[in-house]
C-alpha cells in the first residue's frame, strides 16, 4: 500500500466520512508562502493553513525558539511546576491587552479555549450567586469550534446541528449582526439587530450566564464582517443583564483584520476572551482563554474556589516558545503596514468579481478576502486547479476565500486573486 492509500483507508480527515474523503495534496515541505508536494509542484498556501500561519511557514525566528526549546525542555505538567516560556508569553500578552483582561489560562487547541471560556463563565456567574444562570446566547453565522458545548453555540443551520441536532442543548441564538462593516451605523435598535438582543435578554437574561460571538469577523460559519458598533450595544445590553461577554478571537487575532484585536476597532473590552490559531503564527497547535480579573476574581472567591479544567500539556513549553517568538514579530507597526497593503491591493483585484454573473458579493477586510457566489462551489475542481494555479484555496459551500500569510509578496498574491477571479468565472 503506498502512502496515499494508506492516507486514504487508515487516516481521517477533517469533516469527511472514510468512504469517499476526497483528494488531498500531498505536502512534503512547507517555507514562507509556499507548500512543496511530493512531486516538487509547489503550491501558495492561500489559507494559511486556517488562519494560523501568519508569518508563513517555517519562520526562521519561530523555529529558531522552538528548537532551543526543544533542546532544553519539550514538556513538562503544568500542575505544580511553571516555566519560563509560560511566564514570558504571559508578560507578552498581558502588555499587549486591554488593562483588567489579564489572567490567562493556556490550553492545546481554539475549541478548549472556547469550553474553558464558557466554563469560566458558568463558574463566575455560580459564585456570584446566579446558579440558575446556565444557559449561553450567541448569533447565528458564528463557528466557536467542534467540541461538545463549542458546537451547541455554532450557527443552528449551517453549524454541526443537523448532524448532531438532537444531541445538543438549545442554546439562545439571535440574529447575525445585520449591519455591514463599511456600512454606515443605524442607531436605530430594530435596524442594527440590537432589539432582538435586548428582548432575549429582557426574556431569559436571568437564565443566560454570557453571550459569546466573534467580534466583527464572522469566520467559519460565513465569512461575514459586521459593524465594530454593534459591540458597543451589546456590551452595554449584556451589562445591564448581568450577562458575561465572551469574545472569540481565534481567527481575528494578531492583526488578521488589520487591528491586533479585533475587538481593537471599537473599545469593548470583554469579561473572557478566546485566542489561538496565530498565536503560535501556525507552528504548533495552542490557545489561551483570558479572564478579566473580576471573573478570575469571581471563580476564585467562589466555591470550590477553583477553576475545574487542566489539560495534560496545558502551558506546553514548546507551544509557549513558538507563541512569544510570533508575538515578537508583531512587535513595532510593520504588520500593520504589510496587512494594509494587502488589504489594499485585495480590494483592487478581487473587485472584476463583483461584475461575473455566478458572484453575490466581494468583501475584503485586512488581510482576508471573500468572494461570495450564488451558488456552492465545485470543490474537487477547485482543488485541482490547485495544481495548476500554483494557488493552495479551500472554499466551502458558497465562500471562496483567502487569508494569506502576512508575508505574501504583491506577485504573490495577484497569483491568488487570479486564482479566485478564475474560480469565480467557472460558474460565471
Ligand atoms: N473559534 C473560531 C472563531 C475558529 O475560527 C475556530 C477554528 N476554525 C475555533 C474556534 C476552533 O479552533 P480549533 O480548530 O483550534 O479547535
Not at 58 to 82: D, E, K, Y
Not at 124 to 129: E, F, I, K, L, S
Amino acid at each position: 500500500m503506498d502512502a496515499l492509500q494508506f492516507d486514504r483507508r487508515h487516516l481521517w480527515r477533517p469533516y469527511a466520512g472514510m468512504r469517499e474523503p476526497g483528494p488531498v495534496h500531498h505536502v512534503v515541505e512547507a517555507e514562507g508562502v509556499w507548500l512543496t508536494l511530493a512531486d516538487g509542484a509547489r503550491m501558495i498556501d492561500a489559507m494559511s493553513s486556517w488562519w494560523c500561519a501568519a508569518h508563513g511557514h517555517r519562520h526562521p525566528q519561530i523555529v529558531a525558539a522552538m528548537t532551543a526549546q526543544l533542546n532544553r525542555m519539550p514538556h513538562v505538567m503544568f500542575g505544580g511546576l511553571t516555566h519560563d516560556p509560560a511566564i514570558d508569553l504571559g508578560r507578552r500578552l498581558v502588555a499587549m491587552l486591554p488593562e483588567g483582561l489579564d489572567r490567562i489560562f493556556y490550553s492545546d487547541s481554539g475549541s478548549v479555549a472556547v469550553e474553558v471560556a464558557l466554563k469560566m463563565a458558568l463558574q463566575a456567574q455560580v459564585a456570584r450567586g446566579f446558579p440558575a444562570r446556565t444557559a449561553f446566547a450567541t448569533v447565528r453565522g458564528g463557528y466557536h469550534g467542534d467540541t461538545w458545548k463549542a458546537m451547541s453555540l455554532c450557527d443552528p443551520d449551517t453549524g454541526m446541528h443537523g448532524q448532531y441536532g438532537r444531541a445538543l442543548q438549545i442554546e439562545h441564538f439571535v440574529a447575525a449582526p445585520p449591519i455591514p462593516f463599511d456600512a454606515d451605523w443605524d442607531e436605530d435598535p430594530a435596524r442594527n439587530g440590537l432589539s432582538e438582543v435586548a428582548q432575549l435578554l429582557q426574556a431569559h437574561g436571568e437564565r443566560i450566564a454570557a453571550f459569546i460571538l466573534e467580534p466583527v469577523v464572522q469566520g467559519a460559519g460565513g465569512m461575514r464582517f459586521y459593524h465594530p458598533a454593534y459591540l458597543t450595544g451589546l456590551r452595554a445590553l449584556c451589562d445591564a443583564h448581568g450577562v458575561l461577554l465572551i469574545f472569540d478571537e481565534i481567527a481575528t487575532g494578531f492583526g488578521r483584520t488589520g487591528r491586533m484585536f479585533a475587538m481593537d476597532f471599537v473599545n469593548v473590552v470583554p469579561d473572557i476572551l478566546c485566542l489561538g490559531k496565530a498565536l503560535t503564527g501556525g507552528h504548533i497547535t495552542f490557545a489561551a482563554t483570558v479572564a478579566h480579573e473580576t471573573v478570575a476574581e469571581s471563580i476564585s472567591a467562589g466555591s470550590p474556589g477553583v477553576l475545574m479544567h487542566g489539560p495534560t500539556f496545558m502551558a506546553n513549553p514548546l507551544a509557549c516558545a513558538a507563541a512569544s517568538a510570533s508575538l515578537d514579530l508583531l512587535q513595532g507597526d510593520d504588520w500593520r503596514e504589510t496587512v494594509r497593503r494587502i488589504e489594499a491591493q485585495l480590494q483592487t483585484e478581487l473587485a472584476p468579481a463583483r461584475s461575473l454573473a455566478g458572484v453575490q458579493d466581494v468583501r475584503v477586510l485586512g488581510a482576508i478576502g471573500v468572494i461570495e457566489m450564488k451558488a456552492p462551489l465545485d470543490t474537487s475542481r477547485v482543488h485541482a486547479f490547485a495544481k495548476t494555479s500554483g494557488v493552495f484555496l479551500r472554499p466551502f459551500g458558497r465562500l471562496l476565500y483567502a487569508m494569506p500569510p502576512y508575508v505574501t509578496r504583491p506577485d504573490e498574491l495577484t497569483r491568488i486573486t487570479t486564482a479566485m477571479l478564475d474560480i469565480a468565472g467557472w460558474s460565471a
